[in-house]
């Protein structure tokens, strides 16, 4: 089929990290599979620009909902699903080299996960919760770039968490929100609850409840005008409704307050900051995986109108009815 120009496909269940102002974007689904393309965003620097995109060297398996992190110039793509498995692999793409290392040169995780949520804190990566292919996790897993090991954390999380949201701010790694289901089939509860990772004590805390239970929101950190750290929560869902809502948190004050809304609902989509502003990228809007973008400046308090993502795509035929993914 021809390529068309102008033309995106929409991805959730995707990820993201940024080095030196350019976001890498990676895996996901499109509503037909999941997919082992990575591209990089560079953000334009006016109203309506949608900045500049590339396509970069796909990972080695296709990965829905894996997570994305940075460390040592380096993007670690961990586990995630494909073809009804899931996954216990990651991969490791070198951004000095422009390459991906051979995914059998790094050790599996302990407990294959989907779902889940990482952070880099202290030089280490931290997983957390996520989905077995049975039960949702509350479990934690840290691995050393330095001995290229895997270890079980002494403390795991007070709730089981999966679709949740990870992030390192002011000293501390905060697991926020998400689902915890049931084997018997229950309807997934959508957490408010929040709790802390304290580093220098190894233990998780309580932290104050979110405004609303999310599942599937995208978090991020963003720091204000004065140095201040706030965690942006965007989108997910409330176990029935799609949200475009957002809410930030600061350790300092620590409550969570409203933030502007998206002008999509936002699940299963990524975040980023660049510049000082914060964007969210792609995720399913209830209907269909969206292949646009938004940008919120928080200097003037409010959120561009959406813009198209991603670069020029084949366009694929859909399957037939039942056999998305």
């Known amino acids: 089929m021809a390529w068309m120009p102008g033309i995106g496909r929409g991805r959730a269940g995707l990820a993201s990290v940024v080095f030196e102002g350019e976001v890498f974007i990676l895996g996901g689904h499109d509503g037909h599979m999941p997919v082992k393309t990575m ?18 060297p796909p990972m080695l398996a296709r990965r829905a909902y894996p997570t994305a992190s940075l460390l040592n110039n380096k993007v670690y793509a961990v586990g995630g699903s494909a073809d009804g498995r899931t996954l216990s692999t990651f991969e490791v793409y070198d951004v000095d080299k422009k390459a991906w290392d051979m995914w059998f040169t790094k050790p599996p995780l302990q407990t294959k996960r989907t779902l889940h949520a990482t952070a880099v804190a202290e030089g280490k990566l931290y997983v957390t919760g996520g989905y077995d ?4 996790l509350k479990t934690v897993e840290v691995y050393d770039p330095r001995t290229n090991h895997w270890s079980h954390s002494t403390d795991a999380m007070t709730f089981s968490r999966s679709y949740h949201s990870l992030v390192t701010c002011a000293g501390s790694i905060y697991a926020i929100g998400g689902q915890d289901r049931t084997p018997d089939g229950d309807q997934p509860r959508a957490h408010v609850s929040v709790e802390a990772f304290e580093l ?15 599942i599937g929101a995208s978090a991020v950190v963003l720091a204000d005008a004065d140095g201040h750290e706030f965690i942006y929560l965007s989108g997910g869902s409330d176990g029935e409704t799609m949200l475009s809502s957002v809410e930030r948190f600061c350790p300092k004050i620590g409550i969570w307050e409203k933030v502007p809304p998206m002008a999509l609902p936002r699940l299963g989509h990524t975040s980023a900051v660049v510049g000082g502003r914060l964007y969210v990228i792609g995720g399913f809007d ?3 995986p969206l292949d646009t973008f938004e940008c919120f400046d928080p200097q003037a308090w409010s959120w561009s109108a959406p813009l198209k993502m991603g670069v020029v795509r084949e366009e694929l035929p859909a399957l037939p009815d039942g056999a998305a993914f």
């Open 39 to 56: 591209e990089s965003f560079c953000p334009g620097k006016e109203d309506g620009d949608r900045g500049e995109w590339q396509e970069l």
């Open 133 to 136: 292919g049975i039960r949702d």
């Open 200 to 214: 220098y004590c190894e233990r998780w805390l309580p932290a104050p409840d979110l405004t609303v239970g999310r």
């Open 286 to 288: 209830g209907k269909v």
